[in-house]
């Protein structure tokens, strides 16, 4: 079976939301906060099992910019200056799940 693909992406600057669709027909708003306290990266859910980081005062946190990563993942970048989590096509269809 195959994993589903985005097919829209929409940074909405004006509600700190991304917009996701994806191949399957799901749709999901996650909030930039979410982003950025969920980012995989290793400086948020560490080198191993239970070194996550609890990551607060992100309520306002915007997204700079975000840059495709080969065909699997995006980089999103903070105007937190946080920017070395790769989201994953997969990663993001779970963080839209987890928000709903």
């Given at each position: 079976?195959?994993?589903?693909?985005?097919?829209?992406?929409?940074?909405?600057?004006?509600?700190?939301?991304?917009?996701?669709?994806?191949?399957?027909?799901?749709?999901?708003?996650?909030?930039?906060?979410?982003?950025?306290?969920?980012?995989?990266?290793?400086?948020?859910q560490g080198h191993g099992p239970g070194q996550?980081?609890?990551?607060?005062?992100?309520?306002?946190?915007?997204?700079?910019?975000?840059?495709?990563?080969?065909?699997?993942?995006?980089?999103?970048?903070?105007?937190?200056?946080?920017?070395?989590?790769?989201?994953?096509?997969?990663?993001?269809?779970?963080?839209?799940?987890?928000?709903?």
């Amino acid at each position: 079976m195959a994993r589903p693909w985005p097919e829209t992406l929409d940074f909405s600057s004006a509600d700190k939301m991304l917009r996701v669709r994806f191949d399957d027909g799901h749709a999901f708003e996650i909030p930039f906060e979410t982003l950025r306290v969920e980012s995989p990266s290793a400086e948020v859910q560490g080198h191993g099992p239970g070194q996550k980081q609890v990551v607060t005062g992100k309520q306002g946190v915007g997204v700079k910019a975000a840059e495709p990563v080969g065909r699997y993942a995006v980089r999103i970048l903070f105007d937190d200056g946080h920017d070395s989590g790769l989201f994953t096509w997969d990663y993001l269809y779970g963080l839209g799940e987890s928000t709903r």
